[in-house]
């Protein structure tokens, strides 16, 4: 802290009290701290009400027995421990709703991301007239109603006169019953939520090609390199950041995914295309608060999980 100094009759030197200066800053800095709190204490008092309390009483519940019938006297629920937990993995539903979703994650992310990547790549290379409505058109579907986008994959799926399946007839397949075999009306989904969403990591693949040093394709073309050699050697390496973050994100979306089955398929048939998120949805609808409850988060560690293990791999040489 600065001070100020006076000199004694005698040649001695003494110290004063700090210097005014230092503290006017020191009162500055106080004031814009409590100016800052006043203007974030809405969001603060809002995020604990709607969003933190929520949290932790739903995470209570999931320990109780609560169900709809409770909601007139909540004090009166029981204290179940872990029950709901070993009632769900016992539960032969939602292993199949866990295994479901383990096969479209699985299967979907994958094609996602590959098709993303293509049209990235043809964005930033190959397409060089009307760039740009192309890239709208392949983002359009993703701000498209789930509505709008279901009436559309209804028609295309459909078994007798559907598109797809009328293209299989050109080249001589049967085309199968997509969406009331259960062998087929998972692929079905996935074919649908890969083309609504890959326009998404599209855009971010394409910011990270861009984001690419072109010197260094123009080194590796002088020392021969060809088009896939530059692109697995440079561009793949250089893309590693993007790749973390866009299956990082593209995961948690469909460890979560609801909405396809639900206006598709409701779940059936026969199950084949129920998830975690739409059987926790069914039995909060059932009542069973508590049990979904416990469901939920299940989803949440399993979704940590993934992501975790995801960034293990990708982020050692990001």
């Known amino acids: 802290m600065a001070t100020t100094t006076e000199v004694t009759p005698r040649g001695e030197t003494g110290h004063t009290s700090p210097s005014p200066r230092r503290g006017g800053a020191g009162m500055r800095a106080v004031r814009e701290g409590r100016a800052a709190w006043t203007l974030a204490l809405p969001f603060c008092l809002l995020f604990l009400v709607f969003t933190a309390w929520p949290v932790l009483q739903s995470l209570f519940m999931s320990f109780t027995d609560t169900k709809s019938r409770d909601l007139r006297s909540p004090f009166s629920v029981n204290v179940v421990g872990f029950d709901n937990f070993t009632k769900a993995f016992a539960d032969p539903v939602f292993r199949k709703a866990a295994l479901n979703t383990a096969y479209f994650v699985l299967i979907g992310m994958p094609l996602t991301l590959g098709i993303a990547l293509a049209a990235a790549v043809a964005l930033d290379k190959g397409i060089t007239r009307f760039r740009s409505a192309f890239r709208l058109g ?4 993703v701000i498209t109603s789930i509505v709008a986008v279901a009436v559309v ?3 295309l799926l459909q078994q007798d006169f559907g598109l797809i399946n009328t293209v ?6 049967p085309g199968p019953n997509w969406l009331g075999d259960p062998n087929w009306a998972m692929p079905g989904l996935i074919l649908m939520a890969s083309w609504r969403n890959f326009g998404t990591a599209m855009i971010i693949f394409l910011a990270g ?8 394709h123009e080194a590796a073309a002088i020392d021969g390199a ?5 692109f697995r050697h440079i561009t793949l ?7 973390l973050f866009v299956s990082v994100t593209t995961s ?10 639900f206006v598709m398929t409701s779940g059936g048939p026969l199950n084949s295309t129920i998830s975690m998120s739409m059987y926790t949805y069914k039995q909060f609808g059932f009542g069973n ?26 982020r050692d040489n990001t």
């Open 168 to 173: 299989l007839g050109w080249v001589g397949i």
């Open 138 to 141: 392949f983002y359009l579907p």
């Open 209 to 216: 090609l861009q984001g690419v040093p072109w010197v260094l």
């Open 252 to 261: 948690i979306g469909y460890l979560q995914f609801f909405e396809e089955p």
């Open 153 to 155: 994959w209804r028609f």
């Open 226 to 230: 060809g088009a896939w050699q530059r």
């Open 289 to 314: 608060y508590g049990y979904a409850a416990s469901m939920s988060y299940i989803i949440f560690v399993v979704i940590a999980i993934v992501a975790a293990i995801q960034f293990r791999l990708l």
């Open 237 to 243: 390496p250089m893309l590693r950041p993007t790749m």
